[in-house]
């Protein structure tokens, strides 16, 4: 049986509480869901490339970013904000692949936010090296909406600070089809990505996809 040949390398669903308002739902993403988000990824990359944004204090990010959906999220010398308008492309950002709206529906209603409506999808790519420092996302306008993080490919290391910058971060690895659902409490706690080790994924190659669907407006 296939079962048997690929025992130990397929996950078994698990729901893990992080913190108050933040769910992990292990393996949530079957291998075909996973194939048909990546087959969103390309059609969406196509349209809109991803590209290393500026900080406002003129860094460069290390992750490579796009968006889809009616908002994206952009960051550049004037700021960080959501905008209908891909600055790149000089067009909006593609629509939302059904694949993509169906999982960040069925996840959010999992974790108990039925009728989560996102209007953005933020695309992130991790290369070997790449890192996100800790962060707050504030950038949405209801802090009552959740935010849906869909991670694919190679695994990171999820740092969770809390409710202030200098609480200690937990780390927590999260690896290809899990999901996690930031709402309530969770929602304004601090977070990042470690620097991405060097590896090789049957689904992405040498690198690290993250979705997260928000509801900017
Ligand atoms: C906790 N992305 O795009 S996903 C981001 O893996 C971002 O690319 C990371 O942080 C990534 O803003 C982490 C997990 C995540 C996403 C949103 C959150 C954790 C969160 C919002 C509030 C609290
Ligand atoms: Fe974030």
Avoid at 7 to 26: F, H, K, N, Q
Avoid at 121 to 144: I, T
Wanted: aromatic share 8%; with cysteine.
């Amino acid at each position: 049986m296939t079962g048997d040949l690929f025992a130990g390398l397929a996950r078994d669903p698990s729901v893990e509480r992080i913190t108050e308002g933040a769910l992990l739902l292990r393996a949530f993403v079957s291998e075909e869901e996973a194939a048909q988000l990546m087959a969103g990824i390309e059609t969406v990359l196509a349209a809109s490339p991803l590209r290393h944004m500026q900080t406002p204090g003129g860094f460069r990010m290390s992750v490579a970013m796009s968006n889809c959906g009616r908002f994206g999220w952009v960051t550049d010398r004037r700021g960080y904000r959501y905008q209908s308008l891909d600055p790149l492309a000089e067009r909006d950002w593609p629509p939302m692949p059904d694949a993509f709206m169906a999982l960040a529906v069925r996840a959010a209603e999992t974790a108990g936010f039925a009728g989560f409506d996102p209007d953005a999808c933020l695309v992130n790519r991790y290369d070997p090296g790449a890192r996100m420092s800790l962060h707050q996302d504030k950038n949405e306008q209801d802090m009552a909406q959740p935010i849906v993080s869909v991670s694919l490919g190679l695994p990171a290391t999820f740092l969770f600070g809390g409710m202030a910058r200098t609480d200690k971060p937990q780390r927590m690895r999260l690896e290809s089809g899990d999901v996690v659902v930031w709402g309530g409490a969770a929602r304004l706690a601090f977070h990042g990505i470690d620097t991405l080790r060097d590896g090789e994924h049957a689904l992405t190659g040498r690198c690290r996809y993250n979705l997260t669907f928000r509801r900017a407006r």
